[in-house]
């Protein structure tokens, strides 16, 4: 695999990702999403910045998912998602 193709992926990953933060905060599910959105705004953050961070949270939530092997844990991703701009390790 070559660095663009990984790069390729990466960025398709990050935009799948972020598409379903954007589908998040359309549904208005789950509530932290917008409540989330919102705090980091008010704080000075910048939509495209917020909307990156809230996809890595979602990343990590996914990634302990399928190591595992459990359903999504909504309330911890909420947490999470709560405890932005600090990043889950």
């Known amino acids: 695999m070559t660095d663009t193709t990984a790069d390729d992926d990466e960025a398709f990953a990050e935009e799948t990702l972020i598409q379903a933060i954007e ?3 359309e549904a208005g599910e789950p509530a932290a999403t917008q409540a989330t959105l919102n705090k980091l705004t008010l704080v000075g953050y910048e939509r495209d910045e917020i909307l990156k961070m809230m996809a890595l949270v979602l990343a990590c939530e ?8 459990r359903a999504f844990n909504t309330e911890g991703y909420e947490t999470l998602l709560r405890n932005l701009p600090d990043l889950p390790e």
């Open 23 to 25: 589908n998040q905060l």
């Open 62 to 69: 996914i990634r302990q998912m399928l190591e595992e092997d």
